[in-house]
T-cell receptor, first 112, second 113 residues
Framework: GESVGLHLPTLSVQEGDNSIINCAYS??????FIWYKQESGKGPQFIID?????DKRQGQRVTVLLNKTVKHLSLQIAATQPGDSAVYFCAENLTAGNKLTFGGGTRVLVKP | DSGVTQTPKHLITATGQRVTLRCSPR?????VYWYQQSLDQGLQFLIQ???????AKGNILERFSAQQFPDLHSELNLSSLELGDSALYFCASSVAPAEGEAFFGQGTRLTVV
Protein backbone atom coordinates (compact mmCIF):
# COMPACT_ATOMS: atom_id res chain seq x y z
CA GLY A 1 0.00 0.00 0.00
CA GLU A 2 0.95 3.61 -0.40
CA SER A 3 1.63 4.39 3.24
CA VAL A 4 4.33 1.75 3.57
CA GLY A 5 6.40 3.65 1.03
CA LEU A 6 7.37 6.04 3.78
CA HIS A 7 11.02 6.00 4.82
CA LEU A 8 10.39 5.10 8.43
CA PRO A 9 12.35 3.60 11.29
CA THR A 10 11.57 -0.08 11.44
CA LEU A 11 11.14 -2.36 14.40
CA SER A 12 11.50 -6.07 13.63
CA VAL A 13 9.91 -8.30 16.22
CA GLN A 14 9.65 -12.03 16.59
CA GLU A 15 6.11 -13.30 16.75
CA GLY A 16 5.12 -13.74 20.37
CA ASP A 17 7.61 -11.20 21.70
CA ASN A 18 6.63 -7.85 23.15
CA SER A 19 7.06 -4.69 21.08
CA ILE A 20 7.86 -1.23 22.34
CA ILE A 21 7.37 1.74 20.05
CA ASN A 22 8.61 5.12 21.18
CA CYS A 23 7.53 8.62 20.32
CA ALA A 24 8.82 12.03 21.32
CA TYR A 25 6.24 14.77 21.17
CA SER A 26 6.90 18.42 20.65
CA UNK A 27 4.43 20.54 22.57
CA UNK A 28 4.63 20.50 26.35
CA UNK A 29 1.10 21.95 26.45
CA UNK A 30 -0.39 18.96 24.61
CA UNK A 31 -2.96 17.29 26.82
CA UNK A 32 -4.24 14.37 24.82
CA PHE A 33 -2.33 11.66 22.99
CA ILE A 34 -3.38 8.90 20.65
CA TRP A 35 -1.69 5.94 19.03
CA TYR A 36 -2.82 4.99 15.55
CA LYS A 37 -2.07 1.91 13.48
CA GLN A 38 -1.93 2.15 9.71
CA GLU A 39 -1.99 -1.02 7.68
CA SER A 40 -0.98 -1.11 4.07
CA GLY A 41 -3.53 0.62 1.87
CA LYS A 42 -5.72 1.73 4.75
CA GLY A 43 -6.31 4.84 6.79
CA PRO A 44 -4.96 5.19 10.33
CA GLN A 45 -6.93 3.25 12.92
CA PHE A 46 -7.29 4.24 16.57
CA ILE A 47 -5.51 1.95 19.04
CA ILE A 48 -5.46 3.69 22.40
CA ASP A 49 -5.43 7.15 23.89
CA UNK A 50 -4.24 8.79 27.08
CA UNK A 51 -4.80 12.14 28.70
CA UNK A 52 -2.04 14.19 30.26
CA UNK A 53 -3.36 13.62 33.79
CA UNK A 54 -2.43 9.94 33.45
CA ASP A 55 0.91 8.24 32.99
CA LYS A 56 -0.28 4.79 31.99
CA ARG A 57 -3.28 3.27 30.29
CA GLN A 58 -3.92 -0.31 29.31
CA GLY A 59 -6.02 -1.79 26.57
CA GLN A 60 -6.27 -5.22 25.08
CA ARG A 61 -2.64 -6.33 24.57
CA VAL A 62 -1.54 -2.70 24.41
CA THR A 63 -0.24 -0.29 27.03
CA VAL A 64 0.54 3.36 26.55
CA LEU A 65 3.01 5.12 28.84
CA LEU A 66 3.31 8.87 29.06
CA ASN A 67 6.29 10.70 30.52
CA LYS A 68 5.50 14.38 30.47
CA THR A 69 8.82 15.35 32.02
CA VAL A 70 10.72 14.30 28.94
CA LYS A 71 7.78 14.57 26.50
CA HIS A 72 7.88 10.90 25.66
CA LEU A 73 5.16 8.46 24.76
CA SER A 74 5.48 4.73 24.26
CA LEU A 75 3.24 1.95 23.02
CA GLN A 76 3.80 -1.56 24.25
CA ILE A 77 2.26 -4.45 22.37
CA ALA A 78 2.19 -7.75 24.23
CA ALA A 79 2.66 -11.06 22.42
CA THR A 80 3.07 -9.43 19.01
CA GLN A 81 1.17 -11.16 16.23
CA PRO A 82 1.56 -11.08 12.42
CA GLY A 83 -1.54 -8.90 12.25
CA ASP A 84 0.32 -6.25 14.23
CA SER A 85 2.59 -5.58 11.27
CA ALA A 86 1.81 -1.99 10.31
CA VAL A 87 3.00 1.59 10.66
CA TYR A 88 2.31 3.08 14.08
CA PHE A 89 1.85 6.80 14.62
CA CYS A 90 1.61 8.75 17.82
CA ALA A 91 -0.45 11.92 17.73
CA GLU A 92 -0.64 14.80 20.17
CA ASN A 93 -3.52 17.15 20.63
CA LEU A 94 -3.67 20.47 22.31
CA THR A 95 -7.36 20.55 23.12
CA ALA A 96 -7.58 24.27 22.74
CA GLY A 97 -5.88 24.01 19.38
CA ASN A 98 -8.30 21.46 17.96
CA LYS A 99 -5.85 19.57 15.80
CA LEU A 100 -3.96 16.31 15.98
CA THR A 101 -0.26 16.57 15.22
CA PHE A 102 1.24 13.28 14.13
CA GLY A 103 4.72 11.96 14.73
CA GLY A 104 6.74 10.47 11.90
CA GLY A 105 5.68 6.88 12.44
CA THR A 106 7.41 3.56 13.09
CA ARG A 107 7.05 0.49 10.92
CA VAL A 108 6.64 -2.77 12.83
CA LEU A 109 7.50 -6.00 11.04
CA VAL A 110 6.55 -9.21 12.78
CA LYS A 111 8.69 -12.21 11.89
CA PRO A 112 7.10 -15.65 12.10
CA ASP B 1 -14.82 -0.04 8.19
CA SER B 2 -14.43 3.29 9.99
CA GLY B 3 -17.68 4.73 8.68
CA VAL B 4 -15.84 7.60 6.96
CA THR B 5 -16.21 7.51 3.18
CA GLN B 6 -13.81 9.19 0.81
CA THR B 7 -14.14 9.47 -2.93
CA PRO B 8 -12.53 8.95 -5.30
CA LYS B 9 -10.08 6.33 -4.10
CA HIS B 10 -7.57 7.11 -6.82
CA LEU B 11 -7.12 10.21 -8.93
CA ILE B 12 -4.60 10.91 -11.66
CA THR B 13 -4.42 14.38 -13.10
CA ALA B 14 -2.05 16.72 -14.87
CA THR B 15 -0.10 19.65 -13.46
CA GLY B 16 -2.05 22.87 -13.38
CA GLN B 17 -5.38 21.14 -13.02
CA ARG B 18 -7.92 21.36 -10.22
CA VAL B 19 -9.50 18.45 -8.36
CA THR B 20 -12.08 17.99 -5.62
CA LEU B 21 -11.86 15.31 -2.99
CA ARG B 22 -14.97 14.37 -1.10
CA CYS B 23 -15.50 13.09 2.41
CA SER B 24 -18.61 11.84 4.19
CA PRO B 25 -18.07 11.67 7.95
CA ARG B 26 -19.40 9.01 10.25
CA UNK B 27 -23.05 9.40 11.11
CA UNK B 28 -23.34 11.82 14.00
CA UNK B 29 -19.84 13.25 13.70
CA UNK B 30 -19.78 17.03 13.37
CA UNK B 31 -16.05 17.52 13.03
CA VAL B 32 -14.08 16.78 9.86
CA TYR B 33 -10.31 16.88 9.46
CA TRP B 34 -8.16 16.72 6.34
CA TYR B 35 -4.63 15.32 6.33
CA GLN B 36 -1.99 14.91 3.67
CA GLN B 37 0.36 11.95 3.77
CA SER B 38 3.38 12.09 1.51
CA LEU B 39 6.55 10.04 1.37
CA ASP B 40 8.81 12.53 3.06
CA GLN B 41 6.49 14.27 5.52
CA GLY B 42 4.22 11.68 7.10
CA LEU B 43 0.74 12.81 8.13
CA GLN B 44 0.32 16.55 7.92
CA PHE B 45 -2.76 18.29 9.28
CA LEU B 46 -4.37 20.56 6.72
CA ILE B 47 -7.65 21.88 8.07
CA GLN B 48 -10.57 21.13 10.37
CA UNK B 49 -14.25 21.97 10.19
CA UNK B 50 -16.84 21.70 12.88
CA UNK B 51 -20.53 21.87 12.05
CA UNK B 52 -19.89 23.82 8.89
CA UNK B 53 -17.33 26.27 10.22
CA UNK B 54 -13.58 26.28 9.92
CA UNK B 55 -12.13 25.43 13.32
CA ALA B 56 -8.40 25.00 12.86
CA LYS B 57 -5.89 25.41 10.10
CA GLY B 58 -2.60 23.66 9.61
CA ASN B 59 -0.06 23.72 6.84
CA ILE B 60 -2.56 24.16 4.06
CA LEU B 61 -1.38 25.85 0.89
CA GLU B 62 -3.26 28.82 -0.50
CA ARG B 63 -3.95 26.75 -3.61
CA PHE B 64 -5.97 24.38 -1.43
CA SER B 65 -9.33 25.11 0.11
CA ALA B 66 -12.02 23.16 1.87
CA GLN B 67 -15.56 23.48 3.06
CA GLN B 68 -18.10 21.56 5.06
CA PHE B 69 -21.67 21.55 3.83
CA PRO B 70 -24.94 21.61 5.81
CA ASP B 71 -25.23 17.84 5.46
CA LEU B 72 -21.74 17.69 7.08
CA HIS B 73 -19.92 16.21 4.14
CA SER B 74 -16.71 17.99 3.26
CA GLU B 75 -14.77 18.72 0.12
CA LEU B 76 -11.10 19.51 -0.30
CA ASN B 77 -10.30 21.50 -3.43
CA LEU B 78 -6.78 21.40 -4.80
CA SER B 79 -5.94 23.79 -7.63
CA SER B 80 -2.97 24.64 -9.82
CA LEU B 81 -1.67 21.21 -9.03
CA GLU B 82 2.04 20.55 -8.90
CA LEU B 83 3.97 17.29 -8.97
CA GLY B 84 4.71 17.70 -5.28
CA ASP B 85 1.02 17.59 -4.45
CA SER B 86 1.01 13.88 -5.22
CA ALA B 87 0.11 12.22 -1.93
CA LEU B 88 -2.52 10.38 0.02
CA TYR B 89 -5.22 12.67 1.33
CA PHE B 90 -7.11 11.45 4.36
CA CYS B 91 -10.30 12.69 5.87
CA ALA B 92 -11.15 11.95 9.49
CA SER B 93 -14.18 12.70 11.59
CA SER B 94 -15.01 12.91 15.26
CA VAL B 95 -18.01 13.75 17.35
CA ALA B 96 -16.55 16.86 18.94
CA PRO B 97 -13.85 19.20 17.68
CA ALA B 98 -11.11 18.25 20.07
CA GLU B 99 -12.26 15.23 21.99
CA GLY B 100 -11.83 11.55 21.53
CA GLU B 101 -10.54 9.57 18.65
CA ALA B 102 -10.80 10.63 15.07
CA PHE B 103 -11.92 7.98 12.61
CA PHE B 104 -10.10 7.97 9.30
CA GLY B 105 -11.33 7.18 5.83
CA GLN B 106 -9.41 5.00 3.39
CA GLY B 107 -7.86 8.01 1.72
CA THR B 108 -7.67 9.39 -1.80
CA ARG B 109 -4.48 8.67 -3.70
CA LEU B 110 -3.70 11.71 -5.84
CA THR B 111 -1.08 11.40 -8.55
CA VAL B 112 -0.11 14.53 -10.44
CA VAL B 113 1.70 13.83 -13.71
Amino acid sequence: GESVGLHLPTLSVQEGDNSIINCAYSNSASDYFIWYKQESGKGPQFIIDIRSNMDKRQGQRVTVLLNKTVKHLSLQIAATQPGDSAVYFCAENLTAGNKLTFGGGTRVLVKP
Amino acid sequence: DSGVTQTPKHLITATGQRVTLRCSPRSGDLSVYWYQQSLDQGLQFLIQYYNGEERAKGNILERFSAQQFPDLHSELNLSSLELGDSALYFCASSVAPAEGEAFFGQGTRLTVV
